[in-house]
């Protein structure tokens, strides 16, 4: 019985509490072996410190915020249910798609302590490591030579081209897990079927020996003294390998809708949440990991920026550089272009139509996707409004019979072209009753509104939106004063093109004139 106690005594818990993404996680560690401890004042948590009453609970002891260097406590901590929720709300701001696809993450997590016996201190082993850290190790070049003869300048291009190696070397790190601890066991289990992970992962793979060529690359620059002399051919050559990412960036907009379709099911939450909660993850979750080609593609040419910038006068690299940046800069351009084009025919597909008529042409003929996003009509009610290239739609979120997500149009989708803009100032009164107590605010203030309206076909369609608030409706109204420019020069420059060539100003008028006008028509001809 005694040596039960002892080993219920001894119990260790980890506590980690939920965070945003690229924070290092927390851990505590708790030993009770029956002597005091103090509690540290940690602000991550508020702890209720009670005594032991009861044998019957022993080892249900719980977590305690303390230092390892401090004395052990007798004393049972409870800790406050405490949970974090992180909700990425779509920013209606006319940003690269590349850039949106990232921005549309939403993550609620929270964590359970659990304590778990000890072996006695005699019996006790070191645990072994995770093949994959907690955490990255931020070293900097300089931490990696014992000495140099380098100016300040020429110090601040190795560490930039230093990042620029170790950046490939994380990639591949972080690419070789998902497939070894997402891919390969969600297969194994049938968590998901080929298929879908296949939609879901998409060229993925093909990615890893892509970056571990430039690795190899840049680690063959480094001379006896861990410097680097060109870099800028190197990259020039290799740049060209990253048009892979069109494929694979234009696949992520569907990858990311089916992710979160199967994230309901039972089996693929539970997985994708203990390989979160696992220290391997470092608190990201899978999205997370399979967007990190995508956010690494775009800081390529903020690097070759950097290097540019330290790069001496007379240097090798000063003549190479520009060029590089260009061709980087081509290529993000050229993947920007077509990942926008297969977002907006994804989003395309997704609507669904309650009549004829709100089938625009103008909605199938749209490239691209200007910005979409929540926001609230004169009802108060939430709706999903679309600013796709040369129309604004209007819709209601739901689901399709395989629980796939869809757009259900709401009201007359209105062509850009005749779109007309009211900025409806904060602390005006809803005129008109087109304002529901200021969306239903409990007063008729209004707040972060807007209205938009157009003459269509057969008559006029008016719209009144709010906002979440004052930054989401300045970029609202922004990217619909660009589009409704850019709509009605192109409707100008199709009329142009479709014009007849110039003629004789003479036939113009005999054109213009009747058949019973012959003192016209001889006046006309008499010029």
Known sequence: MMKKMEVEDLCET????????????????????????????TPESVLIVTEDEEEEEEGEM?????????????????????????????????????????????????????ARPLPTPSLRSRTK?????????????????????????EIKRQEVIYELT?????LIEDLSLVKKVYYEPMLKLDIMTESELMQIFGTLDSLIPLHEDLLSRLERLRGS?????????TLMNWFPCLEAYVTYCCNQVGAKALLDQKKHEKRVEQFLRLCQESSFSRKLDLWNFLDLPRSRLVKYPLLLKEIQKCTPAEHPDEFTLPDALELIQS??????????????????RGLTYLEDCQRLPEIQQSRFLYCHGELKN?????????????????????????????????????????????????????????FRGAFTGGNDKVKNCFRVSSRGR???????????????KQQWVTCLRQAMVQSRDRKAQSRQLLAPPHSDPALCHIAGLSLSSDAEMADVTSR
């Open 166 to 170: 170790e950046g490939e070397r994380q």
């Open 14 to 41: 980890r506590t980690f509490w939920s965070q945003r993404v690229g924070e290092t996680p927390s851990t505590t560690i708790c030993d009770h072996a029956g002597k005091k401890r103090k509690q540290d004042s």
């Open 225 to 233: 003294e861990k410097t680097v002399g060109e870099v800028a051919p």
């Open 378 to 434: 004169n009802k108060g009610q939430r709706v999903h409004v679309f600013l796709f290239e040369l129309a604004l739609v209007l819709s209601r979120p739901g689901e399709d019979r395989d629980g796939g997500h869809v757009f259900h149009v709401y009201r007359q989708p209105l062509p850009n072209a005749s779109l007309n803009l009211e900025v409806i100032p904060d602390g005006d009164a809803g005129g008109g009753g087109s």
């Open 331 to 348: 290529i993000v351009a050229e993947v920007n272009k077509k990942t926008g084009e297969a977002e907006c025919q994804f989003y395309r």
């Open 458 to 472: 057969s008559k006029a369609h008016s719209y009144s939106l709010q906002a979440n608030d004052s930054f989401s």
């Open 62 to 114: 719980l977590p305690e915020h303390m230092n390892d260097s401090e004395e052990p406590c007798n004393k049972r901590v409870k800790p406050v249910v405490k949970s974090n929720s992180l909700t990425g709300v779509i920013t209606p701001v006319k940003t690269p798609a590349l850039k949106r696809i990232g921005q549309s993450i939403s993550r609620s997590i929270s964590f359970r302590t659990e």
């Open 129 to 153: 490591g995770s093949s994959f850290p907690r955490r990255r190790n931020s070293q900097c070049w300089s931490d990696t030579v014992e000495s140099h003869h380098l100016t300040a300048k």
